[in-house]
């Protein structure tokens, strides 16, 4: 599933600090993004389970989904994603637009909760009429960050290792949003693994730092299960996640994030978005500028993707078109 390996390479934006960016936007399945990269190990294990019907739960806007959806189709499986919308806030326009709008033209079968209180209920329910109808259903954890998905990442932080000693850099850190952790979980047992000590610092894109470290400390766990690994090269101590860059919460839109969003667009040429890598660029930034971390050397942003959300119903980044002259004859033409 994955065009791999994803470049490394630099960028304008936080020249000063030397900093490098993992493209990990561009893994190549339906406007690419993280999520391909565990896919491509829990597919093979719903193959290997022979498994005709995936089933798995998020929200609306969902980049899980949308790869999953891709994944599925590719894979000649059926998809059936329960969704529910986090946020009460969300407009209309999120209903055809951006992700969702993709996972419909990718062929998901969606099913709606009313909310993320009935999820559980409704994955059950979607589950039984599906086996009723004689299919045989896997189901897929949240983000896909368990013991089999997280495996993606392990590979990517070996394939990171390859990369940054073919090209010669020294990096210290690698920097990625946490939000289920397995892509942190991955990076920090792939790196163990091959004998790097390079510091994964994870910015929460939602909840506080407790509950983010156990998120990753379990699927450090799962994986080493996976792996057999009876004494893991990785410490408790190795999860580090800073949660003051999540603003009020998942979705919710931050100042700092939107404005590296749009600063990373018109420097570099390169899409962030407003709900996980902008936030995290943001808290990236910030810390490198508040020499926060100690001694930095080539540090890596992990592009995590997440593009489509761009796409979904008006945000305050559409602000950057306001200035175009003549915008107000499209709107008479439009409305
Ligand atoms: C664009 C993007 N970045 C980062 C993440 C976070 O990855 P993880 O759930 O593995 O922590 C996600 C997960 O939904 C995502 O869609």
Same mark, same amino acid.
């Given at each position: 599933?994955?065009?791999?390996?994803?470049?490394?390479?630099?960028?304008?934006?936080?020249?000063?600090?030397?900093?490098?960016?993992?493209?990990?936007?561009?893994?190549?399945?339906?406007?690419?993004?993280?999520?391909?990269?565990?896919?491509?190990?829990?597919?093979?294990?719903?193959?290997?389970?022979?498994?005709?019907?995936?089933?798995?739960?998020? %929200?609306?806007?969902?980049?899980?989904?949308?790869?999953?959806?891709?994944?599925?189709?590719?894979?000649?499986?059926?998809?059936?994603?329960?969704?529910?919308?986090?946020?009460?806030?969300?407009?209309? /326009?999120?209903?055809?637009?951006?992700?969702?709008?993709?996972?419909?033209?990718?062929?998901?079968? =969606?099913?709606?909760?009313?909310?993320?209180?009935?999820?559980?209920?409704?994955?059950?329910?979607?589950?039984?009429?599906?086996?009723?109808? /004689?299919?045989?259903?896997?189901?897929?954890?949240?983000?896909?960050?368990?013991?089999?998905?997280?495996? %993606?990442?392990?590979?990517?932080?070996?394939?990171?290792?390859?990369?940054?000693?073919?090209?010669?850099? @020294?990096?210290?850190?690698?920097?990625?949003?946490?939000?289920?952790?397995?892509?942190?979980?991955?990076?920090?047992?792939?790196?163990?693994?091959?004998? @790097?000590?390079?510091?994964?610092?994870?910015?929460?894109?939602?909840?506080?730092?407790?509950?983010?470290?156990?998120?990753?400390?379990?699927?450090?766990?799962?994986?080493?299960?996976?792996?057999?690994?009876?004494?893991?090269?990785?410490?408790?101590?190795?999860?580090?996640?800073?949660?003051?860059?999540?603003?009020?919460?998942?979705?919710?839109?931050?100042?700092?994030?939107?404005?590296?969003?749009?600063?990373?667009?018109?420097?570099?040429?390169?899409?962030?978005?407003?709900?996980?890598? %902008?936030?995290?660029?943001? /808290?990236?930034?910030?810390?490198?500028?508040?020499?926060?971390?100690?001694?930095?050397?080539?540090? =890596?942003?992990?592009?995590? /993707? %997440?593009?489509?959300?761009?796409?979904?119903?008006?945000?305050?980044?559409?602000?950057?078109?306001?200035?175009?002259?003549?915008?107000?004859? =499209?709107?008479?033409?439009?409305?």
């Amino acid at each position: 599933l994955v065009h791999g390996p994803t470049p490394i390479h630099t960028l304008r934006s936080g020249e000063k600090h030397k900093l490098w960016i993992k493209r990990d936007d561009c893994t190549g399945l339906a406007l690419g993004g993280n999520k391909t990269r565990k896919l491509e190990f829990t597919i093979g294990q719903a193959i290997a389970e022979g498994a005709t019907a995936l089933v798995t739960a998020s %929200g609306i806007q969902s980049n899980h989904v949308r790869q999953t959806a891709a994944a599925a189709a590719r894979s000649g499986l059926a998809f059936h994603p329960i969704v529910f919308a986090p946020l009460p806030r969300f407009g209309i /326009g999120h209903l055809n637009s951006g992700n969702l709008l993709l996972d419909g033209l990718l062929g998901a079968k =969606l099913h709606v909760a009313e909310s993320e209180a009935d999820l559980d209920a409704k994955v059950s329910d979607v589950i039984e009429s599906l086996t009723r109808e /004689g299919h045989r259903v896997f189901f897929i954890p949240l983000g896909a960050s368990d013991g089999v998905g997280s495996l %993606g990442y392990v590979a990517a932080a070996l394939e990171i290792v390859d990369q940054i000693r073919a090209q010669g850099l @020294s990096t210290s850190h690698v920097f990625t949003a946490t939000g289920s952790g397995g892509t942190h979980a991955g990076l920090i047992a792939g790196l163990r693994l091959a004998g @790097s000590s390079i510091q994964v610092v994870g910015i929460s894109v939602s909840e506080p730092t407790d509950a983010k470290i156990k998120r990753v400390g379990q699927a450090l766990s799962q994986i080493a299960v996976r792996l057999g690994i009876e004494a893991p090269p990785w410490a408790a101590s190795d999860i580090l996640v800073l949660d003051r860059y999540a603003g009020a919460g998942y979705a919710f839109p931050t100042a700092e994030a939107d404005e590296w969003v749009r600063s990373v667009a018109r420097n570099d040429g390169i899409l962030l978005d407003p709900v996980y890598t %902008g936030k995290a660029f943001a /808290g990236a930034m910030d810390l490198l500028d508040a020499e926060a971390l100690g001694k930095v050397a080539d540090p =890596l942003f992990l592009h995590t /993707g %997440g593009i489509p959300v761009l796409f979904a119903e008006p945000t305050s980044l559409w602000d950057a078109l306001k200035e175009t002259p003549g915008l107000d004859l =499209l709107q008479a033409r439009i409305v």
